[in-house]
């Protein structure tokens, strides 16, 4: 029997040198408001929001990055087309390292973070199945 629960992925974690530059670059970038929070643990961290309680997230928190874009690339769903986030992305501060690429669920981008964490902007095709 194979495992396949409705989503592998549950949480991710995002190391960055400066929580506070990398929150407002974040929540420039993709539009939102992520949570600082100082009371889960020795260390603050921020975390993106989700739709429903048990949707599936993550946070940023203080450490220390994989080297430039040699870390796993977490993909984040853009709040509007693929094309404008890139933009955001590179005007933060961060550089974009690919052209859009589409598959069938949607299209993508790479783009590497100011701390060096390999970052996929993610559109979803309107027909792909979420």
Do not use: Q
């Amino acid at each position: 029997m194979t495992f396949m629960p409705d989503h592998f992925t549950v949480w991710v974690e995002i190391p960055v040198t400066d929580l506070e530059k990398a929150i407002s670059f974040y929540n420039g970038v993709f539009k939102t408001e992520l949570k600082l929070v100082t009371d889960m643990g020795p260390n603050p961290l921020a975390i993106f929001p989700a739709k429903d309680e048990g949707g599936v997230a993550g946070h940023l928190y203080p450490g220390t990055p994989a080297e430039r874009g040699a870390g796993p690339t977490v993909h984040l769903a853009c709040p509007d087309s693929l094309e404008e986030t890139m933009e955001r992305f590179a005007k933060a501060g961060g550089e974009v390292v690919s052209d859009p690429e589409a598959i069938p669920a949607g299209r993508f981008a790479y783009g590497i973070d100011p701390d060096g964490n390999s970052v996929g902007m993610f559109t979803f095709s309107p027909d792909a199945r979420r």
